[in-house]
Structures are given as C-alpha cells and as structure tokens.
C-alpha cells in the first residue's frame, strides 16, 4: 500500500531527514512517532505530496507521488494539525464542496450522508463550521478526508486540544477506520498511538529508530524488565533465595505489607521470565507467594529511551532544517487540490478566529460556540 524508500530532505545544506525507509501495509493503523525536530513532519509533507524529497521516492498504492502525483494524490485523505476548514461555510456545503474538487463519482448525497454518519456529524450538518466546537471541528476534518473513501488516511495530531470526552470519541473513530483504510497516525501524546495503532514507527535525528509492533518496540528498548512480588517469610531468607534464581539481575526489598509479609522488586533479563521459577524456588522454601505482578514497561519510557541522545550540533542543525522546512514548503509543494484546500482553509480559519475575538469582545462573550 504505502512504500517509502531511502528519503532524504535537505535544506540549503542541512539534512531534515537521510535514509527513512518503511512499507505499511493494506489496512493498517500505524503510529508516526518523534521528537520536535526529528525529520517526522518532513516525512509526512513528502508523502503526501505536499514537499519533494531531495532523493529517495513514496508510492501510493503503486502509484510515484512524484512522477505520478494526480494518481498517487487520489489514493490520500490527509487531515493536517490545522484542519483546512472553511469557516464560514455550513458542514453540508463544505462537504459538497470537498467532493466536487476531489471529482468523487460515488453517488452525492448518499456518500456524504454515509460520511456524516461515520464521523457523527449528522446533527450539525447545517451549522456553521464557526460555530462547532473543537471536537466537531476535528470531526468535520476526518469527515473531509474520508470524501471518496481513499485507501489511505493520513491525520496528523488529529486529537490535539480535545477535552477527555472528546479525546475517546475520535479515538475510536480513528479504530474504526482499521481494515477498510490503511492509516498513518501521527501524535505527541503517546498514551493515543499506544491505544490506537499496533505498529509503530519512531523517527529520531531524521533516522527510523525504531520500527515494529508497539510491544515488541517496548520489549527490545528494555534490556531488562521487572516483576513485584509480596512474599511472607524472613526478609534476609527471601533475599537469599530470590538472589539465586537464574537470570535474576537484582532484587530490592522495597515495603513492608503487613505482619511477616515484604514486597520485593526483582529486575532480570527481558528474554528470560523468571515467574514460574520463582514459584518453584518459593514453593521449595516454604515461603508463602502472597502476590506476583509484571512490571511493565511503558510506551513513554521506550520513547524516551530510543530519543535519549542529547543535543548535538547535527540535532540543532535537524530542527533549524525542520523550521526551514515550515517556511519553504510553500515553494516546493505540488499544486495539488488538497494543498490549495489546505492554504485556503488555513487563511480562513486564522481570518475566522479573528473575527470570533472581535465578536467575542463586542457582545461581552454572549455568542458562546455549540457543542
């Protein structure tokens, strides 16, 4: 479906990105994950089109995105972090509006009704965009990208400044689109791509650092791993016997639960578990096993652990390229309709805001957004 090989972005010099190379396949939801700076914005804006890559090449469902971008670009629903809205419009006329400029054949007014229903905006179809809170805004965005049902749907930070409540709703959208769509996922807040993706993509320094599903990600970050266990019986006996199990890299008698029962924290090595021995070793003892919990180990501690290089003067010179890349993208993207979308929507959505403050300020906050 998706086939990115050896892309390499560089800015007056600098390297954005040098190397990243990956393949997603039909039907996929994969987490897009990496610090500011790291090359991750710069492989998005390359894939769909929207900047060129200094070498390497993208394609779409067979389709070069450079040598056949119209092709390639009807194969994308692409949500960016600021959905290209246009603010003034109704939802209605501003989903009418995106599948005649994407030259959609499926029957209007049924594919529409059926993309509302998927993205549960039915209810505010004749609202102003304006109007609509950040979640349904954000709704509306999928909604966009979901016109004429592309293969792939590309949403970066799609569930930025949503409440609690509405944070679950687009998540599980996002979980519904899995077998119909390939996705690529992007986001800051690693607890969404841990819920959501199961392969995940970690790009740090301009480089793929990590490439696999989320546990074994997790599992190969961690050299070692860690079990709690509450036993009964002498402290300095347990340690004893705890200290001799094979594999076992460390053991720390951390609490006192209750009479003559201690907990103890275990480190050993991750390719060995250790829990069916420590029964055993316990049983042999006579020592009462009173409770064994794993330890896992996070999403947040495996990213920080594959990002843990500090600043370098090559990382300063990634960000100063990323910024570069912000401000030049204008320049080298492809004059493709969902770019001019995008700018358009951007241009409206930074004019309605304004308008909105100004409203706000004259009618003392009484035009209060709808939910």
């Keep these: 479906m998706v086939e990115v090989k050896n892309l390499v972005k560089r800015y007056n010099g600098k390297t954005a990105i040098d190397g990243v190379s990956f393949n997603i396949s039909e039907g996929e939801i994969v987490g897009l994950l990496g610090p500011n700076g790291a090359g991750k914005s710069t492989t998005m804006n390359i894939i769909t ?62 594919h529409i009704s059926e993309i509302c229903e998927k993205t549960e905006i039915t209810d505010v179809y004749d609202r102003p965009i304006k109007k609509l809170s950040k979640g349904y805004k954000q709704r509306v965005g999928i909604a966009q990208a979901l016109i004429g049902y592309p293969p792939l749907i590309i949403l970066d930070e799609p569930t930025v400044g949503l409440d609690p409540k509405q944070l679950v709703s687009v998540r599980n959208l996002i979980k519904s689109l899995a077998g119909e769509h390939t996705v690529i996922f992007s986001s800051h807040i690693l607890h969404e791509i841990q819920e959501v993706c199961d392969r995940i993509i970690v790009i740090n320094d301009g480089k793929v650092a990590a490439d696999n599903n989320k546990n074994d990600i997790i599992e190969s970050a961690s050299a070692n791993r860690s079990i709690v266990v509450h036993i009964e ?139």
């Design 49 to 110: 089109g929207y900047i060129i890559a200094t070498q390497g090449f993208v394609r779409i469902n067979g389709f070069d995105i450079l040598k056949n971008p119209l092709k390639a670009k009807a194969q994308i629903g692409y949500l960016p972090e600021q959905p290209p809205l246009y603010l003034d419009m109704t939802v209605g006329g501003y989903l009418n509006f995106i599948y005649d400029l994407k030259k959609v054949k499926l029957k209007k007014s049924e």
């Design 233 to 371: 019986g002498d402290k300095d006996k347990v340690l004893d016997v705890l200290r001799g199990i094979e594999n076992v890299i460390d053991v720390e008698n951390t609490a006192d639960i209750e009479k003559n029962v201690s907990e103890y924290v275990m480190s050993y090595e991750s390719s060995h578990d250790i829990r069916k021995a420590v029964f055993k070793e316990l049983a042999a003892n006579n020592f009462p096993l009173v409770k064994l919990e794993l330890s896992d180990v996070s999403l947040e501690e495996t990213f920080l652990k594959l990002t843990e290089e500090k600043s370098t003067p090559q990382e300063a010179s990634q960000e100063t390229a990323g910024d570069w890349a912000e401000s030049e993208s204008h320049e080298t993207k492809e004059d493709s309709a969902e770019a001019q979308v995008q700018e358009a929507g951007q241009d409206e959505s930074q004019n309605g805001e304004r308008d909105d403050l100004e409203g706000e300020d004259t009618q003392n906050g009484n035009d209060k957004e709808q939910e």
